[in-house]
Each structure stands twice: as C-alpha cells, then as structure tokens.
C-alpha cells in the first residue's frame, strides 16, 4: 500500500492539535507516538519488509495511540483499568467514527490497521492471519521498548500514582516475582503494591518478538536505568539486585543466541 506519509502527520498533528499540547500529559503522548512509529519503521527494516510494508509498520506506530487523547480528556488518566480500554477507544475514533480517512485514502489495508491498534496492548493477541501477526508484534514490540523509557523519563510516582515514601517502601508481591521468573509479562490483578509495576514494567522485555527489539533495548539503555530504581525496603532493594543480574544475562544470552 502506498500513501501519503505527509498527509499522514498532518493528520495526526491536527488530531493532537484539538488538545492542550500544554498539558505535560498530552505531549508525552504526542512525544511517545513520533518514537513509537520510528520504532516500528526500524523494526520492519530489520526484517527486510518492502519500502511500503515498512511504511505501513510506521503508520501502524503512528495510530496506535489516538485513543489516549479522548481517554485523558474523559477521564483524566492514563490508567485503563479506572477508565477505558485506550486501545478500543482508538480503533473506534479511528474506524467507527471515520477518522482514518484523515490519514489515508485507500481502505486497503484498513482491517490489519484495526487489529493493530485494537490489540497493541492485550496481554496475549489472538489467533490472527500471518501477516496481520506480523504487524501487530512489530507495533506491540516498538510500544514496550518506549514504555521502558516514559517509565525513566517521568516520575514513577506520577505513572503510578503513589507517593514516594509507599514507592521506596514497597514490597513485592510473591507471584509478581514468580511471573519475573517465568520470563512472561505480569497480568495486572497479581500488581497489588507499588514495585510490583517495575517489575512488571522490567517483565515487558520478555514478550519482546524480534532480535531487534533486543538490539533497540540495549543500546538505548532504558532497562538499565529502570532496573536501578533504588528501594528503601532491604527485602525489595535485595529481589530487584537479582532480578537485575538475571535479566542482564537474559538479554545477553539471547543477543548472543
């Protein structure tokens, strides 16, 4: 499929535009869509899709967030499990309220582009055609890798909505920690104190698809300054030590295989 790219970013600036770009919130969406999509295009390049293919992985990236914006705007947060699913929402501004033709003419390719934003962040994709697959883990795989960096760059007390001292003073939960150890993303209901989202945030790293994905996680260096985060409770400071060296060998072990 070939489209307009400039159309494209046009679309999706004046979109963002009907927000107040002001609000520290709504720019970090914006910010986090523009890397998410360059993700997905390097991604698609690694795996020598066509030049369209790898813009169509780009736009995928590009869309995958629409839903953020009428979220925050409703209900003032980014947390789905206190408003709505942000991905539904996407997919229905995008694909019920017609909002994709702002981006591109053709339909062609609008069905993989609905699974794609609907689905980016399930905790498992379902049965899906080959080709839809690969897209939707080129988007799930570019999503994570920048969620390890807003989880460095903004205050965890903000993303998670506690005060320091309940941050620095968390335990973490047991079957958190054997999730970690199952080398598997961490289902929401087992979170139930404040360090078990770094964990589970640390955990995103396992469902990673693609040897890029890899490469992209290392040399930017975000896990590493997520994994650092410096508890106050010694048991707490003392689980994240180790979780620390295994991931490190982890990750090392699968860039080097």
Request: hydrophobic residues 40%.
């Amino acid at each position: 499929m070939i489209f307009d790219r400039q159309k494209a970013l046009d679309a999706f600036a004046a979109y963002a535009a009907r927000y107040n770009d002001r609000d520290p919130k709504v720019r970090l969406k914006i910010d986090h869509t523009y890397r998410v999509a360059g993700l997905c295009r390097r991604i698609a390049q690694s795996l020598d899709l066509s030049p369209e293919d790898t813009e169509l992985a780009w736009l995928c990236g590009l869309l995958h967030d629409v839903g953020r914006f009428e979220q925050l705007r409703r209900y003032g947060t980014f947390n789905d499990a206190v408003s709505i699913d942000h991905a539904a929402c996407g997919a229905q501004v995008l694909f019920e309220e017609g909002r994709i033709r702002d981006y591109l003419d053709a339909a062609t390719e609008d069905e993989l582009l609905h699974k794609a934003v609907a689905l980016h962040s399930v905790y498992r994709l379902p049965e899906l055609d080959e080709r839809t697959a690969l897209f939707c883990n080129i988007l799930r795989d570019a999503d994570k890798i920048d969620i390890l960096r807003v989880n460095v760059e903004v205050p965890l007390e903000e993303i998670y909505n506690v005060s320091s001292k309940e941050l620095h003073a968390s335990p973490i939960s047991p079957e958190v920690a054997a999730a970690f150890y199952e080398h598997h993303a961490v289902l929401r209901a087992l979170k139930h104190w404040p360090a078990d989202n770094v964990v589970g945030h640390m955990s995103l790293v396992y469902e990673l698809v693609f040897p890029e994905s890899l490469r992209i996680v290392k040399e930017q260096g975000w896990l590493d300054r997520l994994m650092a985060f410096s508890s106050e409770n010694p048991d707490t400071a003392r689980t994240l030590g180790e979780m620390r060296d295994h991931m490190h060998a982890w990750l090392d072990a699968r860039l080097q295989g």
